[in-house]
């Protein structure tokens, strides 16, 4: 997050399904990958949020159709994923977290890598935006701001979908839980063929994710180490920011109207 998205190249084929969770560094991940690959990596969040409003709208239009109930819904996805995907050498986060099993469908020669942290300390860090996030109130802020407007209805697609299908069940409120965290782990071990999935703690640094893809290690290059919460933070901060201003100039140009289409009335 907080960075600039990036662009696919032709050529590039995706070769590494990034299966962790939003907080389990997923951003010093795709860095990660995007190095030791040598090709621009999907992350879901700067993705989203740093391209044109058409892109987030596809992604939304994709989301409608799942969970996957039937073969034109299953062709529908299965298109998107790929257009959406194709030109990078890895994804990370969200949505590509939740779509493992279509993505290895598309890809059958990606590795799968789940970047793992503390279950718990994991929970901590992301408790405080689920449990005191206002998104009805953050999507009358964002409104008026191309792409973001449209995140609350990514949001809501997604626990209706695919995030909800596989993370909630009946009768729990459609949200993040701790157990979330273990129902993703149990998906990856049922839907990935053990040779194929791995897991990787980024504090790890550069060895274990060189031998899961078989490179050698950089040298004298520092793994990369970012800092995902503290980049969404200021994200999110600015763009409140440029939000209520963008209401403000609505707000001030609807009273100059008003003020003016009254004095042309006669009414002052």
């Known amino acids: 997050m907080g960075q ?32 030791l690959l040598d090709g621009p990596v999907y992350h879901g969040g700067t993705q989203l949020l740093s391209s044109p409003e058409s892109h987030i709208n596809q992604w939304i239009r994709t989301f409608e ?17 790929k257009e959406l995907m194709d030109g990078f050498v890895g994804c990370t ?26 279950p718990d300390k994991w929970w901590t860090s992301l408790a405080p935006i689920v449990e005191k996030g206002n998104l009805t109130l953050l999507s009358w802020i964002l409104a008026p701001l191309p792409t973001l407007r ?27 839980t701790r157990a979330m965290y273990e129902r993703h782990i149990a998906h990856l071990k049922k ?8 897991f990787f703690d980024v504090r790890d640094g550069w060895e274990p994710l060189c031998a899961m893809l078989g490179v050698p290690v950089p040298k004298d290059t520092p793994f990369p180490r970012m800092n995902d919460a503290q980049a969404i933070e ?4 600015k763009n409140v920011q440029r939000g209520l201003m963008a209401w403000a100039a609505i707000l001030a140009t609807g009273a100059a109207a008003g003020y003016y289409g009254a004095k042309a009335y006669g009414l002052f």
Request: hydrophobic letters at 35%.
């Open 4 to 35: 600039h998205a990036s662009v696919p190249q032709e050529g590039k084929k995706l070769q590494v399904i990034g299966a962790g969770l939003s907080r389990t560094g997923t951003t010093s991940f795709g860095s990660a990958l995007s190095l």
């Open 65 to 81: 159709r799942t969970p996957i109930k039937n073969d034109q819904d299953r062709k529908y996805v299965l298109e998107n994923v």
């Open 93 to 118: 986060d969200l949505p590509a977290n939740c779509l493992v099993e279509e993505l290895m469908e598309i890809y059958p020669d990606a590795k799968v890598i789940c970047t793992v942290r503390d």
């Open 150 to 176: 449209r995140f609350r209805r990514y949001h809501d697609v997604l626990d209706e979908g695919q995030v909800g299908h596989l993370y909630f069940k009946p009768g729990e409120p459609q949200r993040p």
């Open 191 to 198: 839907v990935v063929p053990k040779e194929k999935l791995f």
């Open 234 to 237: 200021e994200f999110m901060k």
